[in-house]
């Protein structure tokens, strides 16, 4: 895992490139959207605004997340990058109602009230293929970099970035219709933004639900806790463990173990045992692994009593 100052500056790079695309994208939809008729368009630009948004969240988040542990925060402020990841994915899920509620009302009004929606111009295919584009490219950028400093905040990102890349996809198609066929076809171009909005909705729950296991402290997945075990495994002089305890802390996890060693040892040689261990689960998940190893005896009753 790389130091928290490396993780920093990697965050930043790519969130800054995020934010520069998703500004020009925010100027050029929003102007195309308005000055081309398209409420497609408008409520793509939206959803580029709101990752314009949360860029910044991100970078706020990191400057805190970055600060070592200190005497009031002995776990580190891991937490910060969950609390901004809730963020991102509140911000989506609130884009989403709105869109919903939008380009519904608009739909509505088209079918049962005989309104008229106007036919957008076709210059606005443009604006939303240069998205299309743009934000693929981002999005696999950041998911990679995403991976490499093991960020849930920054992959959340990304997929933000996706959905925005996905939406742009949605609404070509509306637009393609509303422009190909007419007045009679433009409620192609509100439903189209009535998609976006089921996309948006849909990554931003699952951002928040994500986000929510790591507030209320679940442990780690199945495997991860495998793979601590078949580390305690590996140290022959470990007789037997239990209770252990795990937790994640933003990009970093928090273990608690008990370990059972032989009786006869002396406190030095059951400490380097315990240190043995902390430096293998260190290797395993990172050098900012909080690992807690209890000592205790190895007598026949422990085995008996499991």
């Not at 800054?16 to 050029?28: D, E, P």
């Amino acid at each position: 895992m790389q130091p928290t100052v490396g993780r920093e500056k990697e965050a930043q790079k790519v969130t800054l490139l995020g934010m520069l695309v998703n500004f020009i994208l925010v100027v050029f939809k929003f102007l195309a959207g308005i000055l081309g008729g398209s409420a497609a368009l408008v409520a793509d630009a939206i959803h580029s605004l709101s990752d314009f948004i949360s860029d910044i969240i991100v970078i706020i988040g990191f400057k805190f997340t970055s600060k070592p542990a200190d005497e009031d925060h002995n776990y580190g402020h891991g937490k910060v990058e969950t609390v901004s990841t809730v963020i991102i994915g509140l911000l989506l899920v609130i884009i989403s109602v709105a869109l919903f509620r939008s380009s519904g009302t608009t739909i509505y009004k088209f079918f049962f009230e005989g309104e008229k929606i106007l036919v957008p111009k076709f210059y606005v295919l443009f604006a939303v293929l240069a998205s299309i584009i743009l934000k693929e490219i981002i999005f696999h950028i950041t998911k990679a970099v995403g991976k490499k400093i093991n960020s849930e905040v920054i992959i959340a990102n990304a997929w933000h970035h996706r959905t925005d890349a996905l939406s742009s996809v949605a609404a070509f198609i509306g637009i393609v219709l509303a422009i190909s066929f007419g007045e009679d076809f433009a409620v192609c171009d509100p439903i189209a933004s009535f998609v976006v909005s089921i996309f948006i909705f849909k990554v931003g729950f699952g951002i928040l639900l994500s986000s929510y296991k790591q507030l209320i402290d679940t442990s780690l997945t199945v495997d991860e806790v495998k793979k601590i075990e078949e580390t305690i495994k590996s140290i022959p002089q470990i007789k037997d463990y239990h209770n252990i305890k795990t937790r994640r802390i933003g990009y970093y996890v928090s273990i608690d173990v008990h370990i059972l060693v032989d009786k006869d040892l002396n406190v030095e040689q059951a400490h380097d045992i315990a240190t043995t261990l902390e430096d293998k689960v260190h290797d395993e998940f990172g050098q900012e692994t909080f690992i807690s190893v209890h000592i205790e005896p190895f007598i026949e009753k422990y085995i008996l009593n499991k």
